[in-house]
């Protein structure tokens, strides 16, 4: 018996959704990551994304304009989006950023998908969530795709202008993760359309938590195909297959409604019983049945990497422009609580978390602009993004404390509180992606021999011997020279390279390319010792997923650093957090992965490989904490450059808090000789600010362009740390405490 048999007895087969799943999308830059060698080269030779005359004009004028009319905290309140809002989005092509021009789209690039989308988020996530569901996963990308002439002529031009408002359902009460065991179903069936005998399906559907279902005007629909009476051919099961039904044809019901977090979106239900739809519904025509899963694995891209990250990141600016600015702003025992340590702890960790998420958006939506579909990058881009903005929105919320979970018009941080969930959630959860998907695909995708050897061992053929022999020895000899340069970068590290010309980023690009060493081997022996198994070690598989991500999220930062950044003194700081923070992050899940594989003989030989003999890992210290924390705090161009997304309103939380921040910056001075004069000489009792330097401008230690400035400036500061306050039933009342007269918009 070979080596191949006896592997095909013991490992076990790939499912046709795993398949279609392994083979869907591009292998990028993640695949040097998973060999040990980061392709930095690639990495700063990609062409530099930036926005269009046209999308800049998008961005300034429609997208400004949305805002403006948008109020979140009126909307949260509300049953539904106003109507007007839903008609300003179909009439200016928000659903139609990803439709070719043709048809009357937008065709806008994925770095402008993005930046549109978290430009929204900022200001309000149910109608972030309104935009970005048709530019993500979806009937329009499955119709550009995969429709027919006639679908992409009658459909696209409708959607683009919103004359159809279009949602996709495939989640059902059975059916989340394991998307392929869908029961819901269709049979091969002769029925009546259009006054016509016509060959058809009989379909029957349960389907929750679909985006837009309830305003939806065509539903698209994933279900599963079987031919009883054998009219397409002899086979029963014919696979996932997807189709497109308007809401008028008989028996689709649409229309009820889930409450996601109390965020405003439309989400919700759609059934059907025996509906009957003709050949010609179903995307690509008769030819696509049992297409259904491929197509949709393979369209992903847009979701992963452009949408939900995105709100990742508009959450983690918000953040961290109101926390960097309320920390200045707001003072006890006398001082700015920024300058508190353990502030400045959590201040710092908001900050340089930023940098990373913003880095992270701009290098996966510059790779998507240039037409590659990185089934492993986007899904790390998934995950991590818009966990580490949960992680930042926590953070802010610990630090503005009281002021932050205070509900009303000038909370700056409650939208994205609610939202996050709602981006970890979309399109999967998050443990499934981390567990499961980033390895379990990037194992296969990013080996360049374990698929081409999978595929053989499963093979009938009694001549894949010959070919698997060769494909072994070939696997055999990667594996030996990975481990060759895991323990060269592990004990000798003067010999890690670098190709940066700037000495602050040589030594992180060294140490990320010792990491990235060292998983090679790590993934080959546990592959080796476990086999099929691995992918049901979910623990270790994350962990060998999360070593792929941060090592992306450090190159990423590397090259948002040498070449985005307008001011690197300024930004340094920011990157030394964000770099430091990634790759102890990596080599914690190395140290984890190691101490915790269940083969004691194989774990004593990767250690010796990887050189991990101890738990203690490099942390981010203190001084760096202090810096960042204090660099936060200046108005500076980097905090201008990630904090972009953020459009201020006139009056809005964001505009009060700004005012208070500007304003503290420029009677900095004055501020300094208010302290000295005060301490050399109490102004007791102390009853107000106003009150001490009213004394101090009577004894002539100020000026009366001193006394009017710092007033000007303490009556921004009281508004600034001012919480909204309502009536005992709740009706918001003003700075002065009368009611506010609420606008009521015609509901949706």
């Known amino acids: 018996m070979s080596i191949r048999t006896s592997l095909k007895k013991v490992l076990p087969p790939i499912s046709i959704t795993e398949q279609e799943a392994l083979d869907a999308g591009d292998v990028w830059i993640e695949s040097s990551i998973y060999q040990g060698k980061p392709d930095m080269a690639a990495v700063r030779n990609l062409p530099s994304a930036s926005l269009t005359a046209e999308e800049q004009a998008f961005l300034d004028g429609p997208v400004v304009e949305l805002i403006n009319m948008i109020d979140d905290f009126a909307l949260a309140n509300e049953k539904h989006i106003p109507q007007p809002v839903i008609d300003f989005l179909c009439q200016?092509?928000?659903?139609?950023?990803?439709?070719?021009?043709?048809?009357?789209?937008?065709?806008?690039?994925?770095?402008?998908?993005?930046?549109?989308?978290?430009?929204?988020?900022?200001?309000?996530?149910?109608?972030?969530?309104?935009?970005?569901?048709?530019?993500?996963?979806?009937?329009?990308?499955?119709?550009?795709h995969y429709g027919t002439q006639d679908q992409q002529n009658y459909w696209l031009p409708r959607l683009s202008v919103g004359t159809d408002i279009p949602c996709f359902a495939l989640t059902g009460p059975e059916a989340g993760s394991d998307a392929g065991s869908i029961p819901d179903a269709g049979f091969v069936t002769k029925g009546m359309y259009n006054g016509e005998e016509v060959l058809g399906l009989s379909v029957s559907w349960d389907k929750r938590y679909i985006t837009l279902a309830p305003i939806a005007t065509v539903l698209?629909?994933?279900?599963?195909?079987?031919?009883?009476?054998?009219?397409?051919?002899?086979?029963?099961e014919l696979g996932i297959t997807c189709a497109l039904l308007p809401k008028s044809h008989p028996g689709v019901e649409l229309g009820n409604r889930h409450d996601p977090m109390g965020v405003r979106f439309y989400n919700g239900t759609t059934r059907g019983k025996d509906v009957f739809i003709p050949m010609e519904f179903i995307i690509g025509g008769q030819e696509n049945i049992g297409r259904g899963w491929q197509m949709l694995v393979s369209c992903l891209g847009a979701g992963r990497g452009i949408s939900l990250p995105?709100?990742?990141?508009?959450?983690?600016?918000?953040?961290?422009?109101?926390?960097?600015?309320?920390?200045?702003?707001?003072?006890q025992f006398g001082v700015p609580i920024g300058r508190f340590e353990g502030i400045q702890e959590k201040m710092a960790d908001i900050a340089g978390k930023t940098f990373l998420l913003e880095a992270m958006r701009v290098l996966t939506t510059e790779g998507l602009g240039e037409g590659i579909k990185p089934?492993?990058?986007?899904?790390?881009?998934?995950?991590?993004?818009?966990?580490?903005?949960?992680?930042?929105?926590?953070?802010?919320?610990?630090?503005?404390?009281?002021?932050?979970?205070?509900?009303?018009?000038?909370?700056?941080?409650?939208?994205?509180?609610?939202?996050?969930?709602?981006?970890?959630?979309?399109?999967?959860?998050?443990?499934?992606?981390?567990?499961?998907?980033?390895?379990?695909?990037?194992?296969?995708?990013?080996?360049?021999?374990?698929?081409?050897?999978?595929?053989?061992?499963?093979?009938?053929?009694?001549?894949?011997?010959?070919?698997?022999?060769?494909?072994?020895?070939?696997?055999?000899?990667f594996?030996?020279?990975?481990?060759?340069?895991?323990?060269?970068?592990?004990?000798?590290?003067?010999?890690?390279?670098?190709?940066?010309?700037?000495?602050?980023?040589?030594?992180?690009?060294?140490?990320?390319?010792?990491?990235?060493?060292?998983l090679a081997p790590l993934a080959d022996l546990s592959l080796l010792v476990l086999g099929g198994d691995l992918k049901k070690a979910e623990l270790l598989s994350a962990r060998l997923g999360d070593?792929?991500?941060?090592?992306?999220?450090?190159?990423a930062t590397i090259r948002f650093y040498e070449q985005r950044v307008t001011n690197r003194a300024e930004a340094k700081p920011y990157f030394d957090y964000a770099m430091q923070?990634?790759?102890?992050?990596?080599?914690?899940?190395?140290?984890?992965f190691v101490n915790n594989f269940p083969n004691t003989p194989t774990r004593g030989l990767m250690r010796v490989i990887t050189n991990t003999y101890t738990t203690s890992v490099a942390t981010i210290s203190d001084d760096l904490v202090r810096e960042l924390s204090t660099a936060?705090?200046?108005?500076?161009?980097?905090?201008?450059?990630?904090?972009h997304l953020i459009k201020i309103k006139s009056g809005d939380g964001n505009d009060i808090n700004a005012q208070a921040f500007k304003a503290k910056h420029a009677v900095m001075p004055i501020l300094s000789k208010v302290q000295k004069a005060l301490r050399a000489q109490p102004v007791v009792p102390f009853i107000s600010f106003e009150h001490a330097v009213n004394q101090l401008l009577s004894a002539e230690q100020i000026t009366q362009d001193e006394f009017t400035a710092l007033l000007a400036y303490n009556e921004k500061r009281k508004l600034s740390v001012r919480v909204d306050e309502f009536t005992f039933d709740l009706e918001l009342v003003d700075v002065a405490g009368k009611p506010v007269v609420a606008s009521h918009s015609d509901a949706a």
């Open 310 to 331: 995105a709100m990742g990141v508009a959450t983690a600016q918000s953040a961290f422009k109101s926390t960097a600015e309320y920390s200045f702003v707001r003072e």
């Open 581 to 592: 923070w990634a790759l102890a992050q990596a080599e914690q899940a190395i140290v984890n």
């Open 92 to 144: 200016n092509k928000f659903f139609s950023m990803i439709i070719p021009k043709k048809f009357g789209g937008l065709e806008f690039s994925p770095y402008a998908n993005s930046t549109i989308v978290a430009t929204i988020a900022a200001a309000s996530g149910a109608i972030a969530v309104t935009v970005m569901v048709p530019n993500s996963l979806g009937p329009g990308e499955l119709l550009m």
């Open 632 to 643: 936060a705090m200046q108005d500076n161009s980097i905090k201008a450059e990630l904090t």
């Open 220 to 236: 698209g629909l994933a279900f599963k195909v079987f031919d009883p009476d054998n009219l397409l051919g002899d086979e029963l």
């Open 547 to 555: 070593v792929m991500s941060y090592t992306y999220a450090a190159m």
């Open 375 to 477: 089934s492993v990058v986007t899904a790390m881009a998934k995950y991590h993004m818009t966990e580490l903005g949960r992680d930042v929105i926590n953070s802010a919320m610990d630090v503005q404390a009281g002021k932050a979970i205070q509900r009303g018009p000038q909370n700056t941080l409650a939208n994205g509180y609610a939202s996050i969930p709602i981006a970890i959630t979309v399109e999967g959860a998050n443990i499934l992606t981390r567990n499961l998907m980033i390895f379990g695909q990037g194992a296969m995708r990013c080996h360049p021999y374990l698929k081409d050897m999978v595929d053989l061992i499963h093979s009938d053929d009694k001549a894949a011997d010959a070919p698997f022999n060769k494909i072994l020895a070939k696997t055999v000899w």
């Open 479 to 518: 594996s030996t020279k990975n481990a060759l340069r895991s323990i060269k970068n592990s004990y000798v590290p003067f010999l890690r390279r670098s190709e940066s010309s700037l000495p602050e980023v040589k030594q992180y690009e060294q140490r990320l390319n010792s990491l990235s060493a060292k």
